[in-house]
């Protein structure tokens, strides 16, 4: 990968007031859909193909495409257009043959075939799907469906679980709370947390669809983001004031890293290699470096301007080289994490948010 030329940013700060107004509508058109009336599936067809590689698939918010990124050079090789007005979240089958996108405003789950490159599936999946995740045996893709706002109504707070071999809905499960978001597959079971605002993960096992316990994140306020040791031995969980590391098997907490950085972190990645996690800070437009072995932050990565550029997610490759960064309004920025510096800024769609990476042989 060669390092590029950086461009200097530039620009005025926005007052306060227009900031808040700007998240508030940005959370509004993440979070509210349109209510499907059925569970159904589309198919569709269309051919397109890419060279063996390693690809970044980044979901836009607020513009009706996957951007597709080459690691080698780190740059745009192809878009997928997806039948709806953005999406928030993917995930990759481990054999590469399908990604799965979310789409809030839809109500929509689109699969893309990865080997032609365009969408061979939509799901109407439920209320407002924000995030997914995939079994580590690529059998089922499971959905957080986190339901209405506003009234809170939680009889669809829901996950769907999606048999990825047909991409049909196999089953609806509740999710017993409102607004699930941020699963995470590990062991053999779905982690997510229920709620924004509550200080509770749940755990539902894979092999029975059922909710088996309930934990603290040991945290006063609500978990924004879950991470796992490749082991699945233990659960890191992001907050705005600290991460917690929590025992897999016992729910206790064993560690806690402060986070005092006076930021907003969103997001957090643990690298294949077991040796770093990222953290996306919204607030502070940084992506910080924490060492595992040490549990110390080690670096803190500007990637733009406070209040002008907003890291809202960062993904680590699978070689744990380097650290994909998305960042609103409208770019990747690429991170060394040997040199723990920016090497690389690369335009992509409005909003981008959570990266996949993709292994095409």
Known sequence: MQPTTLPKKSGMMLPLAAIIIIVI???????????????????????KQLPPGTYAYVPNLHSSYISVIAT????????????????????????GAYLYAT?????????????????????????????????QDGRYAYVTNFGDITPVNP???????????????????????PWP??????????????????????????????????????????????AATSDGKYLYVLSDGSISIINTSSHLLAE???????????????????????VADFGNANVSIV?????????????????????????????SRYIYASVDPSEVDVISAQSKSLVSRITVGTAPRIISFVQLK
Do not use: H
């Not at 509508?25 to 051919?47: C, D, E, M, R, W």
């Open 72 to 95: 080698s050079n780190n740059s745009v090789v192809a878009t997928i257009p997806i039948s709806a007005l953005g999406s928030s979240d993917t995930a990759a089958t481990p054999n």
């Open 256 to 278: 806690k890293i402060p986070w005092s950085f006076n930021a907003d972190p969103k997001y957090i990645s643990i690298a294949p290699n077991g040796a770093y996690l990222c």
């Open 291 to 319: 060492n595992l072995s040490t549990s110390t932050v080690v670096a803190n990565i500007s990637v733009g301007t406070p209040l002008q550029e907003f890291p809202s997610s960062c993904a680590i490759t699978p070689d």
């Open 103 to 135: 789409s809030a405003s839809e109500g929509i789950v689109s699969v893309i075939n990865i080997s032609t490159g365009t969408v061979a599936a939509i799901i109407n999946s439920g209320v407002n799907p924000v995030a997914v995740a995939v079994t």
């Open 25 to 47: 509508v940005a959370a509004a058109a993440f979070l509210l859909a349109s209510k499907p009336s059925n569970t159904s599936t589309t198919i569709i067809s269309g051919s």
């Open 181 to 226: 978001n941020n699963p995470l597959i590990s062991g053999g079971e779905l982690y997510f947390v229920r709620g924004e605002t509550a200080n509770q993960i749940a755990v539902l096992n894979i092999s029975t669809n059922k909710i088996v316990a309930t934990f603290s994140t040991y945290q006063t306020v609500g978990a924004q983001s879950l």
């Open 155 to 177: 009889s669809n707070s829901t996950i769907s679980v999606i048999d990825t071999s047909d991409n049909k809905l196999v089953a609806t499960v509740s999710a017993q709370m």
